[in-house]
Structure formats: structure tokens, C-alpha cells
């Protein structure tokens, strides 16, 4: 037997669960269905693929079993199991992208909203730890060649060890903590406890979850029940189920497609931002299924990157079970439903926009600079895309605004939606080039995500109405008897224009009048087609 020590992350993630910041204890059930369900799923897919594999397949399930006596519950699976090697890595480290991250924020924040963010996470297995004080795991992955149990308290330490007659799959047992412990914690042993947790968050699942012989979920997908059978309940368990998000889903989006190639979907947009939204290796793509069988996770042939916050299962009548990812980026059938999933996702949001005014702010907080690299890479869309964006803005100190809004309230003569990308809110509101249009009373879009920078470069106009940037070019706001004034006048300075020219030669390309100011001197513009300050220390930052 071998003891080893939980990394650093994984012990403070433990500790967390220990002394439970999170109040629904009921929840670890769920998760270790979960976990037997994902390991059914997997067992299933690799016997697809590998015919020659020596497991029975015919009889996938989870099997609860508990014991009052000794105060211990079991769940079993007899799914794909673990090598010794995955224990030691999948149980006692955690792998995941923005764990430090996670720890940190975690601290930041008050124990009320830190179970908002443990549910974003996601902690899985870790949860047994909310109502048991010792937790043992046996498991046995088909190609190997002997089982491992694996036993912690969930303290530093856990040890491991080889076993030779462990079944295929893996059961885990929770030692469950004394009853008068000051958490007061209902008796998971009871059968009727048991069922009622099952049925509450785990109906869903497509395997039979067995009780005392007795199979105690309803197995229906929900996809596949009538829209209006279903409850927000079962919506919402059924998301965290496949977002491992804790939080209920902002939106549900339903879609069926019959005909030549029938279809049914169930897609969700979130109330808060997944956490590794932003980081290089995020995860995008919904579940994919075939006439309700789990084919595989994260199908980036369905959704676009941009839309990588959309969750959610599309479920194929027509597709062979054992498709490839390299079948799906071929298949001309795939390519078209993507197409409408993305319209319909698009067409949600829309939606949310007109009557739900609130959640659609919030979601527009959360993922909208994600929404914002689809004008970049999906020229289809490009409309509906600028449609449902919206921009901070000098008409409002706080209040974002649409394009249709802000072309609603454009001025008499007024041709341009203009616009001025920098660092900050302030930085752009204390810009020179801002002058001109202030007392000009035209309004313009603050931009100030990096994404903002590159987009305006390539969306010209959004409803016939071009783009400009205030800090670009010639802006052009001069009536013509102020133009023909103006030019008078550079006549009149021609001698100095040409001088102040030569001794900045260095730094400036051309020395101009200019009618764009009111009360500062002087300014630095970009030609129209130069980069701005903003993109160009991007670049520098990226290292080119
Ligand atoms: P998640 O399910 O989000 O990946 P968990 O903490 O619930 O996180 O589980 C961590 C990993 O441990 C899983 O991804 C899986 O690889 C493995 N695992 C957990 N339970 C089982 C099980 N019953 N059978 C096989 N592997 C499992
Ligand atoms: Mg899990």
C-alpha cells in the first residue's frame, strides 16, 4: 500500500468541501451519478470502437446500496473504470484550466457567494466529502490487469493499492460522518432519502439507477418529452448535469427538426460566464447524440467558438453511432444544422433583448466579448450579430446601448456611427479627439474590449450606416462655409504648418489645421488606415 499527498489545489478544494460552505449537502449524490453515468457513456462508446474488448455491455447500470449499520453508502458503476495511474491523477489532482485562479477568487469573496462560485467549478467527487469523513473507491479499468482501491479522510493524504478481484467498473463508499455532527445531516442511508434524491436531480439520466433491485429513475430524455411536461426544475438539474455550472441556465432553447434529416436539441445560455470562457483551452461544442445514445462530448462541429457558452445536447436520428469527429467536419448535414443552430441561438438572444431586457444585460456582461468575435469569423451572421451586441456610449454613463438605438438618435446630417476604441471609459472621455463631436452634440460608442479593435476593422457599416473612428482620418463634421473659413486660414499658416512639419519630421508624418478641437491645442491623429495606440501595444504585448 502507498501513500500519497493530495496536491495543493486538491487539498484546498477538500478542505472547502470539509467544512461545507455549501448548504445543499444532497448534492454529492448527484454528483457521484454523474460521474457512474459519464463512465457508463465511455464504456459504451470505447465498445463501439473496439469490438475485440472483453466487457459485458449488455447490462450497464448504477447499483446504490446502503448499510445503517455501518453507516455507509455505495455507488456502484460497472462503466470504464480507472487505471492506477488515472486514480492518482484524475482523484488527487485537479487538472482543470483556472483552478488557481478559482482558489483565488474564492478567497476574495464572502462564504454566501463562494458556493455560487464552488458551483461554477464544479467540484464532482470532492462533494462525497460534504457528508462523509472517510471515502473508498475501488475500480477496475478493462485492459488492465489488476483493480485499485483508493481510501482517503480526505485530510492531506490517500492511499492506494492494488486489488485483485475488483469487478469491472468502480464503486465508491462513503463512510458517512456521525449524525449528531453539529451539521445536522439527514440520513443518507434511508432508502426513501435516497430515492427522493435521485428523482429530484437525477431522473434524467439514461441509465437504470438501481435501489434494492428497484430501478428508481425515469430515464427520459428530456429532449424527447413535450415541452410542456417538463418543468424549469427538470431543465435546470439536467443543465448542471452537463455544465457542471450549479447555477440554473438563463435561458432554455428548444428546436426540432423533421424530414430528410430529423433532429432534436436542447440548448442552454448561462447566467454567468463559464470560468475558463477566455483561456486558450476552452471548451466549446455541445453533447451529441445519436436516437439518444451519448456519441461524444463537446462537438465543436455544432457550435462556432464564439458561441462556446451555449451548452447543450443535439440529439441525430440519422447519424451512424460510431461517427467521427473527421466523418462530422465533412458531413454537409452537420454543416446545414449548425447553421440553424447558430441562427436559433442568435434568434434567443434576440429575444431576450426585447422582452427580457434584464437577463439580457446579464448575459451580455458575462459573454458578450465572446459574442463580439463572431463579426470577426462569421460574415453569415455578421447582421444578427451586430444586432444583439451593445456599447457602452456618451449618451449614457452607465447604461449600454444598441446600433439601432443609437442610429434612432443620430442628428440631422448626421452619417456616421462614430466611434472610439481605448484602454478605458475615462481614457477615451478625455481624449481630444473628442472635442469636436461634443460640441457637435453627436453621440459616440466607447469601446474598450480588446476585441473592439479588431472588429471595427473589418464590420463597415451596420444598417447603411458606416463606421468611424473619431481618432482616424479626416472626421468630417465641417458645413461648407466652415470649410471654405478653414481653408483660408491654412493659406494664412501655410508658412508655419510647413515648419512645425519639418522639425517633427521624425515623428509625425503631416502637420495640419485642424477644426476637430474646442479647447485643446493640439493632437495626434491615426491616418485612416494606421493602427491605433491601443491595438499596436497588443501587438507589442503578444511580441510582434
Ligand atoms: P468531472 O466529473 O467534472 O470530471 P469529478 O471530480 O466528478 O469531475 O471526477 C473527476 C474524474 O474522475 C472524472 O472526470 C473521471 O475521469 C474520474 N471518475 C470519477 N468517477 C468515476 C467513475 N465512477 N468511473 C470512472 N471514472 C470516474
Ligand atoms: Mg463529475
Given at each position: 500500500?502507498?501513500?500519497l499527498?493530495?496536491?495543493?489545489?486538491?487539498?484546498q478544494?477538500l478542505?472547502?468541501m470539509?467544512?461545507?460552505?455549501?448548504s445543499?449537502?444532497?448534492?454529492?449524490?448527484r454528483?457521484?451519478v454523474?460521474?457512474a453515468?459519464?463512465?457508463?457513456?465511455?464504456?459504451?462508446l470505447?465498445?463501439?470502437r473496439?469490438?475485440?474488448?472483453?466487457?459485458?455491455?449488455?447490462?450497464l447500470?448504477i447499483v446504490i446500496?446502503?448499510?445503517p449499520a455501518?453507516?455507509?453508502?455505495?455507488?456502484?458503476d460497472?462503466?470504464?473504470?480507472?487505471?492506477r495511474?488515472?486514480?492518482v491523477?484524475l482523484?488527487?489532482?485537479i487538472a482543470?484550466?483556472?483552478?488557481a485562479?478559482?482558489?483565488?477568487?474564492?478567497k476574495?469573496q464572502q462564504?454566501?457567494s463562494?458556493?455560487?462560485l464552488?458551483?461554477?467549478?464544479?467540484?464532482g467527487?470532492?462533494?462525497?466529502?460534504?457528508?462523509?469523513d472517510?471515502?473508498?473507491?475501488?475500480t477496475?479499468?478493462?485492459?488492465a490487469?489488476k483493480g485499485?482501491r483508493w481510501e482517503?479522510?480526505?485530510?492531506s493524504?490517500?492511499?492506494i493499492?492494488?486489488?485483485?478481484?475488483?469487478?469491472q467498473?468502480t464503486?465508491?463508499?462513503?463512510?458517512?460522518?456521525?449524525?449528531d455532527?453539529e451539521d445536522?445531516?439527514?440520513d443518507?442511508?434511508?432508502?426513501a432519502?435516497i430515492r427522493?434524491?435521485?428523482k429530484?436531480?437525477?431522473?434524467?439520466?439514461?441509465?437504470?439507477?438501481?435501489l434494492?433491485g428497484e430501478?428508481i429513475?425515469s430515464?427520459?430524455a428530456l429532449?424527447?418529452?413535450?415541452a410542456?411536461e417538463?418543468?424549469?426544475e427538470?431543465?435546470?438539474?439536467f443543465?448542471?448535469?452537463?455544465?457542471?455550472?450549479w447555477?440554473?441556465?438563463l435561458e432554455t432553447i428548444?428546436?426540432q427538426?423533421e424530414?430528410?434529416f430529423?433532429?432534436?436539441?436542447?440548448l442552454f445560455?448561462?447566467?454567468?460566464?463559464?470560468?475558463?470562457?477566455?483561456?486558450?483551452?476552452?471548451k466549446r461544442g455541445?453533447?451529441l447524440?445519436?436516437?439518444?445514445?451519448f456519441?461524444m462530448?463537446d462537438?465543436?462541429?455544432?457550435?462556432?467558438?464564439?458561441?462556446?457558452?451555449?451548452?447543450?445536447v443535439?440529439?441525430?436520428?440519422d447519424l451512424?453511432?460510431?461517427?467521427?469527429r473527421?466523418?462530422?467536419?465533412?458531413d454537409?448535414?452537420?454543416?446545414?444544422?449548425?447553421?440553424r443552430?447558430?441562427?436559433?441561438?442568435?434568434?434567443?438572444?434576440?429575444?431576450?433583448q426585447?422582452?427580457?431586457?434584464?437577463?439580457?444585460?446579464?448575459l451580455?456582461?458575462?459573454?458578450?466579448?465572446a459574442i463580439?468575435e463572431?463579426?470577426?469569423?462569421d460574415f453569415d451572421n455578421?447582421d444578427?450579430?451586430?444586432e444583439?451586441?451593445?456599447?457602452?456610449s456618451t449618451?449614457?454613463?452607465?447604461?449600454l446601448t444598441?446600433?439601432a438605438d443609437?442610429?434612432?438618435?443620430m442628428k440631422?446630417?448626421?452619417e456616421?456611427i462614430y466611434?472610439?476604441t481605448?484602454?478605458?471609459r475615462s481614457a477615451v472621455?478625455h481624449?481630444?479627439h473628442?472635442?469636436?463631436?461634443r460640441?457637435k452634440?453627436?453621440e459616440?460608442?466607447?469601446?474598450?474590449d480588446?476585441?473592439?479593435?479588431?472588429?471595427?476593422?473589418?464590420v463597415?457599416?451596420?444598417d447603411?450606416?458606416p463606421?468611424q473612428s473619431v481618432?482616424?482620418?479626416?472626421v468630417?463634421?465641417?458645413?461648407?462655409?466652415e470649410?471654405?473659413a478653414?481653408?483660408?486660414?491654412a493659406a494664412?499658416?501655410?508658412?508655419l504648418?510647413?515648419?512645425?512639419?519639418?522639425q517633427?519630421?521624425?515623428?509625425?508624418?503631416?502637420?495640419?489645421?485642424?477644426?476637430r478641437?474646442?479647447t485643446?491645442?493640439a493632437c495626434v491623429?491615426?491616418d485612416?488606415?494606421?493602427i491605433?495606440?491601443?491595438?499596436e501595444?497588443?501587438?507589442?504585448a503578444m511580441?510582434?
Open positions: 500500500m502507498e501513500t499527498e493530495f496536491q495543493s489545489e486538491a487539498r478544494l478542505q472547502l470539509i467544512h461545507s460552505i455549501y445543499n449537502k444532497d448534492t454529492f449524490l454528483e457521484l454523474s460521474n453515468s459519464d463512465a457508463l457513456d465511455k464504456l459504451r470505447e465498445s463501439f473496439d469490438k475485440d474488448m472483453q466487457v459485458d455491455v449488455d447490462d447500470h446500496e446502503s448499510d455501518e453507516r455507509t453508502l455505495t455507488v456502484r460497472n462503466g470504464i473504470g480507472m487505471t495511474e488515472d486514480v491523477r482523484i488527487g489532482t482543470k484550466s483556472g483552478t485562479e478559482f482558489l483565488h477568487k474564492l476574495e462564504s454566501s463562494a458556493s455560487d464552488i458551483g461554477q467549478f464544479g467540484i467527487f470532492y462533494s462525497s466529502f460534504m457528508v462523509a472517510k471515502v473508498t473507491l475501488v477496475k479499468f478493462p485492459h490487469e485499485v482517503s479522510t480526505g485530510e493524504t490517500y492511499t493499492e492494488d486489488v485483485d478481484d475488483a469487478p467498473g464503486s465508491v463508499t462513503l463512510h458517512l460522518k456521525p449524525s455532527d445536522k445531516l439527514p443518507y442511508t434511508e432508502p432519502k427522493e434524491i435521485v429530484r436531480y437525477s431522473d434524467f439520466i439514461t441509465w437504470p439507477v438501481r434494492g430501478e429513475n430515464r427520459k429532449w424527447a418529452r413535450p410542456s417538463v418543468t424549469e427538470e431543465y435546470a438539474e443543465y448542471r448535469h452537463i455544465s457542471h455550472d447555477n440554473a441556465p428548444r428546436m427538426a424530414g430528410t430529423e433532429y432534436q436539441a436542447l445560455l448561462p447566467a454567468q460566464a463559464p470560468l475558463d470562457l477566455f483561456m486558450r483551452d476552452s455541445v453533447q447524440y445519436v436516437k439518444r445514445v456519441i462530448e462537438c465543436a462541429e455544432l457550435m462556432p467558438e464564439y458561441l462556446r457558452f451555449v451548452k447543450g443535439v440529439d441525430a436520428a451512424s453511432l460510431n461517427v467521427s473527421e466523418i462530422l467536419q465533412q454537409r448535414q452537420i454543416q446545414l444544422m449548425r447553421r443552430l447558430v441562427k436559433k441561438v442568435l434568434s434567443s438572444i434576440k429575444a431576450l426585447s422582452s427580457r431586457a434584464d437577463d439580457y444585460a446579464k451580455w456582461r458575462e459573454v458578450g466579448a463580439k463572431g463579426l470577426l469569423s455578421r444578427a450579430i451586430l444583439i451586441c451593445s456599447f457602452a449618451h449614457s454613463e452607465d447604461a444598441t446600433l443609437y442610429v434612432s438618435r440631422e446630417g448626421q456616421h466611434y472610439m481605448g484602454d478605458s472621455e481624449s481630444p473628442m472635442e469636436a463631436l460640441a452634440g453627436f459616440v460608442l466607447i469601446l474598450t480588446p476585441i473592439d479593435e479588431m472588429w471595427v476593422d473589418s463597415p457599416s451596420f447603411g450606416k463606421f481618432a482616424k482620418g479626416q468630417d463634421l465641417e458645413t461648407d462655409e470649410k471654405s478653414n481653408e483660408a486660414k494664412e499658416f501655410a508658412d504648418l510647413t515648419w512645425m512639419g519639418e517633427l519630421a521624425e515623428d509625425v508624418k503631416e502637420v495640419r489645421l485642424s477644426s478641437l474646442t485643446s491645442p491623429v491615426g485612416a488606415h494606421d491605433t495606440p491601443t491595438l501595444k497588443m501587438y507589442k511580441g510582434q
